[in-house]
């Protein structure tokens, strides 16, 4: 490759990484062109993109973009999975695939411009939707006040049924 493209490819990783909000690196040996197909289309419903670049790139174009810790994890085939909008996105897709696949192995992950291990990458991958956190807080959120008003209209509830019974007590008298 020359090196005009290989600095153009260094600059698509860098400003990739640099714009990404969580990035997952994998090794893809082992995975038919149907295979690794299927997992280019799921990445691009949950809008992350998927390229394959070669370590050395990969490494430069982390330098550049500030990223550490890395070097350890660039070796053998890579692929680079980076999503701009959701952090967890890429990571939740890569792991359901190497469940599926069996053959695929995530190496290790970016998050604020640091690198993860391949099992904090698994651990990002479990974590609740933002959708299920955000119901779990408006939940906490509303218990309290539910529970206020529960204690505040008690007393009128009691209210309500100590003059029922009085006026069954006097129907009954009557």
């Known amino acids: 490759m020359p090196t005009a493209e290989k600095a153009l490819v260094i600059a698509q990783t860098r400003e990739e ?9 994998a090794d893809y040996r082992g995975l038919t062109v149907k295979q690794m197909g ?16 070669k370590n050395t ?6 330098d550049e973009a ?25 990571a939740r897709v890569l792991a359901q695939a190497q469940r599926e696949f069996r053959k695929m192995e995530i190496k290790a992950g970016i998050l604020e411009k640091r690198a993860i ?3 904090g990458v698994r651990e990002l991958a479990d974590l609740p939707s933002k959708e299920v956190l955000l119901g779990r ?3 906490t959120l ?18 309500a049924r100590a003059l029922d019974q009085i006026r069954l007590q006097r129907e009954s008298q009557d």
């Open 38 to 53: 299927q997992l280019r289309e799921r990445l691009a419903q949950s809008g992350v993109t998927l390229r394959v670049v």
């Open 142 to 159: 509303n218990a309290p006040i539910q529970r206020l008003a529960w204690v505040l209209n008690a007393p009128m509830a009691n209210l």
């Open 137 to 139: 807080v408006v939940g």
């Open 66 to 90: 500030g990223i550490e810790g890395l070097d350890p994890y660039l070796t053998g085939p890579t692929a680079v999975a980076c999503s701009p909008d959701d952090p967890v996105a890429a």
């Open 17 to 25: 990484l640099e714009s990404s909000q969580g990035t997952v690196l």
């Open 57 to 62: 790139l990969i490494k430069r174009a982390a």
């Open 117 to 119: 291990s391949a099992d």
